[in-house]
């Protein structure tokens, strides 16, 4: 009975299959075939659907893959067409104009980048050679960005030119303006057997910026710590941590520990107003986390001549700006003017007319431009043209009075604008625009002549030559006239912004005939787009913004690089 079964249970285990005979499926098995699958459909759409947030969690899933590798393959494509110029340039032409650029700033690299290098061979002569984010200088000072995410080669820009761009670091020791030649020499550390030389141009444009005004009181230069360029920053970086771990020392007295803790910015403007604001940062975010015992003893004194801070900004900015810093603990000090900067104290006269001293461990300078000494000589070269103290005096077409083909652009220059990177900006980019109008102004020329002189080869007898060849002259003198119509330079203001710390920001923005005005967190995230947004390439922008991050998760780096 038990083996009875076990064998019924054997055949019942076995497929189905194979008790099937192998021969062509009859008519019949193939109706019950088509019912089965039928049965199949209608089992399949009597399920029930899955709910609309799945689907849509679905759909928003594809939808953002999709997003996600399309931005990736649009940075990859950008980040390799930057990182690989093109393999071959025009060379040099002796026919063509050799234009000589001296400087490497705003309006020096906004020209080069929008000049076409196809009408002339272009020369650019800098001591650094790289392009500097200035607006972004305080962040660095702090640590907040790193000092190479802020700054591009110039070659980057020379690669992605039509025709080869000589490139000299070197720095510019005089120009001739009879002679049309600049004398140059390489002022490195490491010289080769050719050191100096003396460069002919047949269009030189004059932009190699301005150096920070001391206003001759004494001690600036010994004792202060500008906020002008690259290297500014590094080392204020490193005075900052100086302060900071010597007020650390053990048995350091309280009244030496003030002193190490009192930072004092000198200057008003936008440069001292961000710096004092990324301090605070800095403190808040930073001081507090690492040196406890020392971030309640930061000071930050803001000195400023004039009666208020940030001037060229709007009542309302400049009262939203000072109560911030009250709030921050920043004091501010107007109508306060500088008299003597000594090792340990600065000599001011307040607002009440009293000599006042005040300890600090840091000072920052950050008040004001003045013209470079190659500037000075230039100038003493066109002493009946050359009278403004404050730079070069140009034209409305920003060629310098008394010169011939020479262009002055940037804050080298003494004109009705405020010496800033906007400004710089657009001069470079009106003067790449006029020195290709000239050039195109003079091949039509040349066209000009060509043409007349074959309508003067040709003979009496064929009219339709004759006829055909006063059509291209007159064709070529319509061009001629319209490349003739040079406009004058106009700034255009696109506003201006300024960080004044705790993620907040003001901005005084032209809105048709009035101004607009903001403050607060959303204007700081505006300032923020806008500085990424007018950063020089693709490299800058990620590696601001990845700064921007490691900063937001892993605060900012309080090591010291090097100690003197």
Known sequence: MLAARRTLNTIARRPISRSLPAHPIAPSSRLFTTSRRSLAIETQDSLPKPPKWRRALTTFGRVTLVTVLGTAATFMYFAAKETHPPAWQLPFDKDKKTVVILGSGWAATSMLKNMDTEDYNVILVSPRNYFLFTP??????????????????????ARHKARRVSIYEAEALKVDPHAKQVTIADLSDIKGDVNNMTIPYDVLVYAV???????GIPGVKEHSC??????????????????????????QSEQEVDR?????VVGGGPTGVEFSGELHDFIKDDLRSWYPELADKLKITLVEA????????SRE??????????????EVLTKTMVKEVKDKVVVVKNDRGEIEELPYGLLVWAAGNVSRGITRDLMAQLPQHQTNRRGLVVDDYLRLLGANDVYAIGDCTATSYAPTAQVATQQGRYLARLLGQIAKKEALEKQLAELRGERDGLPEGPEGKVKNNAQEIESVVKQLNKASKIRPFHYSHQGSLAYIGSDKAIADLPFFNGNFASGGVATFLFWRSAYVSSLFSLRNRTLVMSDWLKVKLFGRDVSRESRN
């Not at 910026?209 to 206003?215: L, N, R, S, V, Y």
């Not at 360029?229 to 010597?246: G, K, N, T, W």
């Not at 004039?306 to 900004?313: C, G, H």
């Open 260 to 264: 190490l803790m009192h930072m004092i």
């Open 209 to 215: 910026g301005a150096e920070t005004q001391t206003f």
């Open 317 to 330: 900015l400049i009262q939203y700006t000072e109560s911030t810093f009250k709030e921050q603990n920043i």
């Open 136 to 157: 972004l200088l305080p962040s660095v000072a702090v640590g907040t960005l790193e000092a190479r995410s802020i700054i591009q080669s110039t070659r980057y820009v």
């Open 226 to 251: 500008f906020l002008k360029e690259l290297p500014d920053a590094e080392r204020l970086r490193e005075r900052v941590m100086d302060c900071i771990e010597s007020a650390a020392f053990p048995d």
């Open 306 to 313: 004039l009666p208020n801070v940030l001037p060229m900004f």
